[in-house]
Each structure stands twice: as structure tokens, then as C-alpha cells.
């Protein structure tokens, strides 16, 4: 039987965050550095940098951009079964409680995600909320849909920053 995986880290907020951009759950590459969107063939942060001018050579950039842009990042899922870093083997997954986030940051007026798994839990789990949402197209190298161009303008009409 596969581990049992609970989410490696806290969510990335601040008082004044207006936007939360909800994933599933962390790559096996996110696990092993640490941080959100941490595989190097992820497009995340070069879609972001791309958007705000920002540069993200490190966490501590990385943070001060969301923090600037007042975005905040976190998962759907708190903890789960998985073989891989494919949301579709995503197995027995437990969900963070949005609701209860949502209350102690009351500025979140949209929720961005990045992918059909965190948009379909969040609809199963908390479609009752009443807050705008949107669809961002996966940051994910292996999307190859749209080109890093194209993704980066959808996000730019979609997060508008």
C-alpha cells in the first residue's frame, strides 16, 4: 500500500491577500525543495515573474512577489495517497479546510486554481461559498496545450495584476 503523504507546508498568506491560488498537492520535487510549484520544468514562477517584472531566484523573492501582488498560495488537498506527481494518482485525499481560511482572511475575494483537481475538490467540498473563481491553465511543463506564452496571458486576463 502506498504512504500516506501529508502536505509539507504551510500556506503562503497575508492580511491584505486578495487572490488565493489553490493547487492540488505538491510535486515530489516541491517536496524535496520545499516550496510551492519547486520542480524546475514547472512554468509557476516564470509565468508569474513574466506578469509582475519580479525576479524569483530564491524563496524570498518568490514570497515578496505573492506578498507585493497580494496573492496568496496553498492546496487543496492537506493529505493523500499518491505513487507520483500526477494529480491523477492522487488516491484517499483529506482537504484543507478552506472555509475556515477564507474567514480569517476575509480580503481572498478570488480563487484562481491551477488545476481541474484542486477546481474539482473545491466545487465537491465547497461549492456552496460564495466567492469568484477562475480557472488558470496548469502551470505544469507537461500541459502542452498552450505555450508559456499563451499561459501567461491567460493568467494576465485571468488574476489581472
Same mark, same amino acid.
Request: with cysteine; charged share 25%.
Given at each position: 500500500?502506498?504512504?500516506?503523504?501529508?502536505?509539507?507546508?504551510?500556506?503562503?498568506?497575508?492580511?491584505?491577500?486578495? &487572490?488565493?491560488?489553490?493547487?492540488?498537492?505538491?510535486?515530489?520535487?516541491?517536496?524535496?525543495?520545499?516550496?510551492?510549484?519547486?520542480?524546475?520544468?514547472?512554468?509557476?514562477?516564470?509565468?508569474?515573474?513574466?506578469?509582475?517584472?519580479?525576479?524569483?531566484?530564491?524563496?524570498?523573492?518568490?514570497?515578496?512577489?505573492?506578498?507585493?501582488?497580494? &496573492?496568496?498560495?496553498?492546496?487543496?488537498?492537506?493529505?493523500?495517497?499518491?505513487?507520483?506527481?500526477?494529480?491523477?494518482? &492522487?488516491?484517499?485525499?483529506?482537504?484543507?479546510? &478552506?472555509?475556515?481560511?477564507?474567514?480569517?482572511?476575509?480580503?481572498?475575494?478570488?480563487?484562481?486554481?491551477?488545476?481541474?483537481?484542486?477546481?474539482?475538490?473545491?466545487?465537491?467540498?465547497?461549492?456552496?461559498?460564495?466567492?469568484?473563481?477562475?480557472?488558470?491553465?496548469?502551470?505544469?511543463?507537461?500541459?502542452?496545450?498552450?505555450?508559456?506564452?499563451?499561459?501567461?496571458?491567460?493568467?494576465?486576463?485571468?488574476?489581472?495584476?
Amino acid at each position: 500500500m502506498v504512504e500516506i503523504l501529508s502536505h509539507p507546508f504551510k500556506p503562503i498568506v497575508f492580511k491584505d491577500s486578495k &487572490i488565493l491560488i489553490l493547487g492540488s498537492f505538491p510535486s515530489i520535487k516541491s517536496f524535496e525543495n520545499d516550496f510551492y510549484y519547486a520542480n524546475p520544468q514547472n512554468q509557476f514562477w516564470k509565468i508569474m515573474s513574466a506578469l509582475t517584472k519580479y525576479p524569483i531566484n530564491n524563496k524570498d523573492q518568490k514570497i515578496w512577489l505573492l506578498k507585493e501582488k497580494k &496573492i496568496a498560495l496553498w492546496d487543496m488537498i492537506k493529505s493523500c495517497n499518491r505513487e507520483n506527481s500526477l494529480d491523477s494518482s &492522487i488516491e484517499n485525499e483529506d482537504v484543507n479546510d &478552506i472555509v475556515n481560511f477564507l474567514e480569517s482572511y476575509p480580503d481572498i475575494k478570488k480563487i484562481a486554481f491551477t488545476g481541474k483537481k484542486s477546481q474539482a475538490l473545491f466545487e465537491y467540498h465547497f461549492g456552496h461559498i460564495d466567492i469568484q473563481k477562475c480557472y488558470l491553465p496548469s502551470p505544469s511543463s507537461a500541459y502542452a496545450k498552450m505555450t508559456l506564452e499563451q499561459k501567461i496571458e491567460k493568467y494576465r486576463e485571468l488574476l489581472k495584476i
